[in-house]
C-alpha cells in the first residue's frame, strides 16, 4: 500500500506564495514512483499542475502554471513539494498529490494509482 498525505494548503492573498509538500510512505512505494499535484475548483474536472519523475531535473508543470508553480523532490525522493507563487484568485482549489509506479511523464489523472486526501487552497482577491 502507499499513502500520500499532503500540507501546506491554507488562505492567501492574491499575489502571495504557498508551499504544498506531499509525504508518501508505505511498504510498496518506491523512491523511483513518478509523483504529481493535481488540482480540483468547484464544480470543475480535476486539473493536472506538474509532475516529476525520479530521475533529478525530469519535471514537467502545466503551460497554464508555468513560471509560477516549481514542482520538486526532496527526502531522497518520499517527498514532493509545490512551491506556488503570485497567486491568483483562480487557482483556488483542493490540491491533491498523487503517485504511479510508472516511470514517465504522466499528466492523466486516471494513469495514477494513489492519491492524497488533498489540501484546500483558498486565494482571495
Known amino acids: 500500500q502507499v499513502q500520500l498525505v499532503e500540507s501546506g494548503g491554507g488562505l492567501v492573498q492574491a499575489g502571495g506564495s504557498l508551499r504544498l509538500s506531499c509525504a508518501a510512505s508505505?511498504?510498496?512505494?518506491?523512491?523511483?514512483?513518478?509523483m504529481a499535484w493535481f488540482r480540483q475548483a468547484p464544480g470543475k474536472e480535476r486539473e493536472f499542475v506538474a509532475t516529476t519523475r525520479w530521475i533529478a531535473g525530469s519535471t514537467y508543470e502545466a503551460n497554464n502554471v508555468e513560471g509560477r508553480f516549481t514542482i520538486s523532490r526532496e527526502n531522497a525522493g518520499n517527498t514532493v513539494a509545490l512551491q506556488i507563487t503570485s497567486l491568483k484568485p483562480e487557482d483556488t482549489a483542493v490540491y491533491y498529490c498523487?503517485?504511479?509506479?510508472?516511470?514517465?511523464?504522466?499528466?492523466?489523472?486516471?494513469?495514477?494509482?494513489?492519491w492524497g486526501q488533498g489540501t484546500q487552497v483558498t486565494v482571495s482577491s
Open positions: 498523487a503517485a504511479s509506479p510508472r516511470v514517465a511523464t504522466i499528466t492523466r489523472y486516471d494513469e495514477y494509482d494513489y
Open positions: 508505505g511498504r510498496t512505494f518506491s523512491s523511483r514512483f513518478t
